[in-house]
Every structure is written in C-alpha cells, then in structure tokens.
C-alpha cells in the first residue's frame, strides 16, 4: 500500500499462510492453460505500484483470455493491495460500472 495511513490500518497479511501457498504456487502454474477457455467477459485491473505481481505477468494472463470482450485497466497510484490503496474508490466505481454494463440483469 503506497498510502502510509491507510498502510498502518491495512487488515490483511497478520501472518504468513504458508499452506495457502502452496494452493497459490500450485493455481498459478495451471492458469494459463485454462484462460484460453475462459469466454466471458472479463475485466483486468493492473495496479501501477505493485510490488509483488509483475506487470508482464497480469497483461500476459489478459492476453491468453479468450474472452472476445477483454477490458484491461491500470491503477498507477495503487500498490499490491489495490482495493485498501489510494484508488480504491475508483477502482470499486470502475468494477461497479463495466459490472453493470456487462450484465443484462443490473441493467
């Protein structure tokens, strides 16, 4: 989190779950074999200041979508945790909208 108060009021992390690694490790070498399967609609939000996940890494796994309708945004400001970060209302409004816009039902 790049916001220093809202980094010392950040809930997530109080330990290291190591076991939710491993599950994390094994997901990730499996995921770009299935994202070419993926149809629906899809929204990628990259945050600008992530310090744990490369951005190559969240604009390849965009790419292998094979979703014809693919949005992919950047938060700059934002850290790893980019919900609890400087953008986090914009991020939620933009969820909210491209949501709503790609669902017959909240329309």
Do not use: C
């Amino acid at each position: 989190i790049q916001d220093p108060e809202l980094k010392r009021q950040n809930p997530n992390y109080p330990y290291f779950p190591t076991r939710a690694l491993l599950q994390l490790l094994a997901l990730m070498r499996r995921t770009p074999g299935i994202l070419p399967r993926v149809k629906a609609n899809a929204l990628v939000i990259e945050a600008g200041r992530d310090k744990v996940v490369a951005p190559e890494g969240v604009r390849s796994y965009h790419a292998l979508l094979g979703s014809q309708k693919k949005d992919y945004l950047v938060f700059p400001e934002s850290g790893h945790d980019l919900l609890l970060d400087r953008d986090r209302e914009a991020v939620a409004q933009v969820v909210r909208d491209w949501l709503i816009a790609n669902s017959n039902r909240l329309q």
